[in-house]
């Protein structure tokens, strides 16, 4: 059932990291930043916080008390 958790933390962090490669590859080329690629910057950095709050909330809750 755990799976279930996992697949769309899986799918957001690959757009996250998708789009981290993006920016670097054009950064490394050394061309101007256009309106779309400034947005999918942003997309992928939303998909990043969606995964980590996902990861956070529903697999790693926190560790409960010891007795």
């Not at 958790?5 to 799918?11: G, K, S």
């Not at 490669?21 to 942003?42: H, K, M, R, S």
């Amino acid at each position: 059932m755990k799976i279930l958790l996992w697949v769309p933390v899986v799918v957001f962090a690959l757009l996250s990291l998708r789009a981290i490669a993006f920016v670097a590859y054009q950064g490394l080329n050394g061309t101007a930043f256009e309106d779309e690629e400034i947005i999918v910057a942003g997309i992928g950095l939303v998909c990043g916080w969606i995964a980590w709050v996902m990861y956070k909330t529903l697999i790693r809750p926190g560790k409960k008390p010891r007795p």
